[in-house]
């Protein structure tokens, strides 16, 4: 079983602050994704990284693939109120059929007070 | 665009009782899962399917049951709930092609 380390669990910041999220793996992933859950939702997903070293960028968040497609990064600029919620990374596993099956983070519950 | 959907979204059954969780979509997406979440464990896949008559387990299998006679139905049975099933369950469907993953909205079961 491929496992995602997901940090931190818990990030409470002020509006304005940044804040990055890191998912960590030994294991290498054909592609990594990023999600975001509101309370009583599903997940949403934010972007898909499949390339080593990739950088996406939405408006103020950063996502960063790994050079080794072992890690990944969440960055958020200017963080706001709106942007609280549930972060999940997810992996796909590399190699071989994995039928889009996804391995998940523990998830990072981000809370942004005004 | 009706999407993914689930029922029932809250369901609360006692201990030793069969539940369904129904799934459906309206994609005719070739891939299905079915997600538990919990805190601290982040979702962990229970069953997914590739395609109709087409199943297998995930990471947390036991305890359940799936069938996929339609493509757009992926039903999720707990065959005798036990309280440590209480918990959100997710559907989701993707293509094969693309890589984007669309999950429903979830169903809260609980079992006393």
């Known amino acids: 079983t491929q496992l995602l380390e997901q940090s931190p669990q818990f990030l409470s910041i002020q509006e304005g602050e940044n804040l990055t999220v890191y998912c960590n793996s030994s294991s290498v992933f054909s592609s990594l994704q990023w999600y975001r859950q509101e309370p009583g939702e599903g997940p949403v997903l934010l972007v898909t990284v499949v390339t080593g070293g990739e950088v996406k960028k939405l408006k103020r968040l950063t996502f960063q693939f790994g050079d080794a497609r072992k890690d990944s990064s969440l960055h958020i600029t200017a963080a706001q109120p709106g942007d609280t919620g549930l972060y999940l990374c997810?992996?796909?596993?590399?190699?071989?059929?994995?039928?889009?099956?996804?391995?998940f983070g523990q998830g990072t519950i981000l809370t942004v007070h005004p | 665009d009706a999407g993914i959907t689930q029922s029932p979204r809250y369901k609360i059954t006692e201990t030793g009782r069969q539940v369904t969780l129904m799934c459906h979509q309206t994609?005719?997406?070739?891939?299905m899962f079915w997600y538990r979440q919990d805190l601290g464990h982040g979702l962990r896949l229970i069953y997914y399917?590739?395609?109709?008559?087409?199943?297998d387990k995930g990471e947390v299998p036991d305890g359940y049951v799936v069938s996929r006679s339609k493509t757009e139905n992926f039903p999720l049975t707990l065959e005798s709930a036990t309280r440590s099933q209480t918990s959100v369950y997710f559907c989701?469907?993707?293509?094969?092609?693309?890589?984007?993953?669309?999950f429903g909205e979830g169903s809260w079961l609980t079992v006393v």
């Open positions: 399917s590739a395609a109709a008559d087409i199943t």
């Open positions: 989701a469907s993707r293509t094969a092609s693309l890589n984007t993953i669309y």
């Open positions: 994609w005719s997406h070739s891939y």
């Open positions: 997810a992996g796909e596993p590399a190699g071989g059929t994995s039928y889009g099956k996804l391995t």
